[in-house]
């Protein structure tokens, strides 16, 4: 189970549109065709991978731009985890961070599909958790 969250230049705050999306497109089908998944997540028992990706933009010194939006990734992951609780309703959720910042960009400059936050499920761990009804 997989979706992304897309963030606006420089902004790293969870939108009430994007806590909706992640709510009705990601979270409720989980707990409607996978409830033991669901309850697995919501126990901490089954972890939430977020990565964090940037675009190329920020500031001019190569150095100081990787670092800045790393630091942007980072609290993007951050908004998205807390939104995470709040839908869930959970503070028991685990979360894998990895803050990639621009380091797998795919396009030149601020394209969109750059700032964004993956949000994942193991499949070995899911599958797992699906097959045995746990």
Do not use: H
């Not at 126990?43 to 990706?53: N, Q, R, S, V």
């Not at 985890?81 to 621009?102: E, T």
């Amino acid at each position: 189970m997989r979706t992304d969250v897309y963030f606006a230049e420089d902004k790293d705050d969870l939108l009430s549109q994007d806590i909706v999306k992640l709510r009705d497109e990601w979270y409720y089908p989980m707990t409607e065709r996978y409830p033991a998944l669901s309850t697995a997540v919501r126990e901490g028992k089954c972890p939430i991978t977020l990565i964090g990706y940037a675009s190329d933009t920020g500031p001019a010194n190569l150095t100081k731009k990787e670092d800045y939006n790393v630091k942007i990734s980072r609290r993007r992951i951050d908004s998205v985890a807390n939104g995470l609780r709040k839908i869930m309703d959970s503070d028991k959720i685990a979360f894998q961070r990895d803050a990639r910042g621009q380091a797998d960009v795919t396009q030149r400059g601020a394209a969109d599909q750059e700032k964004r936050v993956r949000i994942s499920i193991d499949r070995g761990t899911a599958d797992g958790l699906i097959s045995q009804g746990k």
